[in-house]
């Protein structure tokens, strides 16, 4: 571990010999998180649990895969820097992820990730596909993803605007109602930055 998180690390497979912490995951089916909210207080404690939860998202048993998925993105929630040996596993392998609980919690965890412009650009091109998956509560993730990673980018906002406009005008009525919210944001941060821009000397539009 160095600077208080784990240190890189590419996607691995699931341990054979399981870590305590993915038993606690066993069980059950999708519809529950299980002891979830367990294991995120133990990483929250133990920062050096976070790879062996980390490696439970490449779990075979789709219950550990999903619920590792849901304590990972609330660790990450409040220990973002807890992902940043995990870029290029999350870059690489949730573009071909399929099962939509576990997408919908990769969302924004990518949302949180320290981005190059052609980082963005990766990450841009997955939530795009998010999209377009048939879960609704992946589409309004990645619709909120969106939005997260254009507050922080001011480049993203322009593709950004658009694809939410699109689920907006296709989407079901919560996404409708999430993404007018977000689209209003997003205008106030363009017209916020346009007129920085004015105020820091940058020429005004003619007319």
């Known amino acids: 571990m160095e600077n208080g998180y784990p240190t890189t690390h590419a996607m ?3 341990p054979r010999s399981m870590s305590a912490i993915l038993e606690r995951l066993k ?3 999708r519809r529950s998180i299980g002891k979830s909210n367990e294991v995120v207080a133990m990483v929250l404690k133990d920062p050096g649990l976070f790879d062996d939860l980390f490696s439970g998202l490449a779990a075979a048993d789709p219950v550990i895969q999903m619920r590792s998925a849901d304590a990972a993105e609330k660790v990450t929630a409040v220990h973002p820097e807890y992902l940043l040996p995990y870029k290029e596993s999350l870059l690489e392998f949730f573009v071909n992820v399929e099962q939509a609980e576990v997408r919908w919690h990769v969302a924004p965890m990518l949302a949180r990730l320290r981005l190059s412009k ?7 091109d997955v939530l795009t596909g998010y999209m377009n998956d048939r879960s609704s509560i992946v589409k309004t993730m990645a619709m909120q993803a969106l ?4 507050e922080r ?3 993203l906002r322009p593709v950004a605007l658009s694809h939410i406009k699109e689920l907006v005008a296709i989407g079901t009525p919560a996404m409708k109602a999430r993404g007018k919210k977000l689209l209003t944001k997003l205008n106030r941060l363009t017209t916020a930055s346009t ?3 004015f105020s820091a ?3 005004k539009p003619a007319g």
Do not use: F, K
Not at 118 to 124: L, R, Y
Not at 147 to 150: I, K, M, S, V
């Open 201 to 203: 000397g940058a020429p």
């Open 12 to 14: 691995t497979p699931e």
């Open 118 to 124: 052609s980082e963005q650009a990766a990450v841009i």
């Open 147 to 150: 939005y997260d990673l254009a």
């Open 195 to 197: 007129r920085t821009g």
């Open 27 to 29: 069980g059950g089916d």
């Open 153 to 155: 980018y001011e480049a």
